[in-house]
């Protein structure tokens, strides 16, 4: 579920940008000059609740989650709340976290309500290694390839670069039914006249290109890249298909070049890297409606648009208050679903096609009393002040989840589907002092009120230690992760960010567990930007690891220490023998 509402073909869309003008007549025979002012950009205070994944569905602890001149970070359950201003017409929430591409997503900003969104990331793993003077061809992660030229790489400053090149790229399936989840923003995109246009996608690739110490490349010279098209999409793919970029500054799509259909492939060159886009572009009309229920209040519930032409659907959240609003193609006919939270169909209704915006209105959808509960409570920090900003977690056996926001008293109240559940597990969290409660269980099948729950649980202790000499480093922000790439091989992976001094330095530690064998060894590096006080170069031996706790399951604790040859304090200049870095990690 997503609050990108419903992009392929039902992308977000914004109120019709103000714009004003003036004149002004210069008091000359010569001349008479018309100035036109900027156009304003109306802002809206919005506010967004979601939860970052990455595509296994695992939650991503310290993400970075901007939305106009607002940050904040996920939660151990990859859980954000942010207050912002935002543009009116069209919001870009932006996610960052190391090890991760980038991750964009839009929605329609509405006053004094409150945007759900379920935002999925895609790792930046299993680079491919070639040498810049060589070029060479790469394996895309799901699919397709890139042809680079010899001699074609330059760093961001335009010199040339004739080292090792790692690439990292994944191929993004349009069929996929999660593609809302994980593509940046939506389909909405600027044609190469400047218009807005609908695009419908066959295939994209995400590209990222560095150096060997860590720093990103850009092209010399075109990279060829090769797109599958889905089997399904094979017979409507044209012998020709414009290549779009999404443009990080725009946070559009935007038309630059051409792909040739060859086989059951679009091949096309690029000038750059980023997302690249194989797109029929489309008219389309905004269309808005509500969804309303004979519920206490509104359950999660999700929204699904399919093109019954084309079969082509995608489904997203509503917001806090039931309401929806996108771009369709138009003169289209349309199917309209509402799926409930245990995957039902509850309502189903044909519309368009249309030519111009509509209002549709309101959905009524009537669920079976006796498959919703009513939920409510109070959540109380360690000094037994109302938790403002905060959420609880309903869960049950992997088939029920939601949350619940709080109010600035501290009170929650929601109304879910027990999915024929007979015992619901319940716990809250503190945003603002990142704790949980303990869980609670409560009877599925009645309306419950939970009462005072105190959350002021211990934290989870994450760091990263690092032993040299007489000298200590702990990093506190700590993330790890399980990637099962074959049966006989897992790779637990590491991610630590240490802001000090005036930067911040990223280590990444993958420690690969040969399971046939039992035998283990580790890939470590580190990358700095500024001038941290503390960064750190380390040399180490493979076998020279103890395992104190190898851990699979989510919420278990995984504990290593790495014996190293030695380490080096890049900021002093001074190298140790015989250090150690110590890890305690909980698996997300």
């Known amino acids: ?41 109306q802002t809206i205070e919005t506010e967004a609740f979601g939860i970052i994944t990455d595509r296994q ?20 359950n990859g859980a954000f709340r942010i207050n912002a201003l935002a543009e009116a017409q069209r919001a870009v929430l932006k996610v960052t976290a190391f090890g991760y591409f980038d991750a964009y997503e839009a929605f329609q900003p509405v006053l004094n309500d409150i945007h759900k969104l379920d935002i999925q990331m895609i790792a930046r793993v299993g680079g491919n290694n070639l040498l810049a003077n060589n070029g060479g061809v790469v394996q895309v992660d799901g699919g397709g390839t890139i042809t680079f030229q010899p001699g074609s790489f330059q760093n961001e400053d335009g010199t040339a670069y ?15 039914p999660e593609l809302d989840a994980f593509m940046p923003a939506d389909l909405m995109a600027e044609d190469a006249s400047g218009q807005r246009q609908l695009l419908r996608s066959f295939g994209m690739i995400k590209a990222e290109i560095y150096a060997s110490n860590g720093e990103k490349l850009q092209l010399s010279q075109p990279a060829e890249l090769s797109f ?38 679009y091949v096309g060159e690029v000038q750059h890297f980023t997302f690249w886009n194989c797109d029929i572009p489309q008219d389309f009309v905004n269309i808005e409606g509500t969804v309303e229920t004979n519920t206490p209040n509104l359950p999660d519930l999700r929204v699904r648009i399919t093109v019954i032409s084309t079969n082509d659907s995608r489904t997203n959240n509503l917001t806090n208050k039931g309401e929806f609003a996108g771009a369709v193609p138009n003169n289209e006919l349309l ?6 939270q245990c995957g039902n169909v509850v309502l189903t209704e044909q519309i368009g096609p249309f030519n111009t915006d509509q209002d549709l209105g309101v959905f009524q959808v009537s669920l079976d009393p006796m498959s919703f509960v009513n939920v409510s409570g109070t959540l109380l920090d360690c000094d037994g002040e109302p938790v403002s900003s905060g959420y609880g977690v309903i869960r049950g056996d992997g088939i029920v989840s939601s949350s619940f926001l709080t109010l600035s008293d501290g009170t929650f109240e929601g109304t879910l589907l027990n999915c024929g559940l007979t015992e619901l597990e319940f716990f809250g969290v503190d945003l603002d002092a990142n704790l949980r409660s303990e869980s609670t269980y409560f009877d599925a099948s009645a309306n419950v009120d939970l009462g005072t729950i105190n959350v002021c649980g211990e934290p989870i202790v994450e760091s990263l230690v690092f032993n040299y000499g007489p000298n200590v480093h702990v990093v506190d922000n ?39 064998t039992g035998a283990f060894t580790v890939n470590a590096y580190g990358s700095s930007l500024g001038d941290p006080d503390k960064e750190f170069s ?6 020279n690891i103890e395992i104190i706790n190898l851990a699979y399951s989510q919420g278990e604790i995984f504990q290593a220490i790495l014996t190293l040859d030695s380490i080096t304090e890049n900021v002093s200049g ?12 909980t698996i997300q």
């Open 1 to 41: 579920m997503k609050n990108r509402i419903l992009s392929n073909y039902f992308v977000l869309f914004g109120l019709s940008i103000l714009m004003v003008f003036a004149s002004c007549r210069k008091d000359s025979a010569f001349s008479e000059i018309d100035i036109e002012t900027p156009s304003v950009k």
């Open 57 to 76: 569905g695992q939650p991503i602890e310290n993400a970075t989650v901007q939305l106009g001149f607002s940050t904040t970070q996920t939660d151990e």
């Open 162 to 176: 004739d080292g090792q090149v790692l690439v990292f790229a994944s191929y993004l399936d349009p069929t996929d």
């Open 228 to 265: 599958p098209i889905p089997s399904e999409l094979q017979s409507a793919a044209p012998a020709e298909i414009p290549l779009w970029f999404f443009d990080t500054e725009k946070t559009l799509w935007v038309e630059e070049g051409m792909a040739v259909k060859e086989g059951s492939a």
């Open 335 to 340: 199917r309209l679903e509402i799926i409930d």
């Open 478 to 516: 700590l993330s790890l992760g399980e990637i099962v790439y074959e049966p006989n091989l897992e790779i637990f992976s590491m991610f630590a960010q240490d802001d000090t001094g005036d930067g911040t330095v990223y280590y990444q530690i993958q420690i690969v567990h040969f399971t046939d």
């Open 538 to 543: 380390f040399n180490y031996t493979q076998g």
């Open 574 to 585: 001074e190298s140790f023998q015989n250090g150690s870095i110590e890890i305690n990690a």
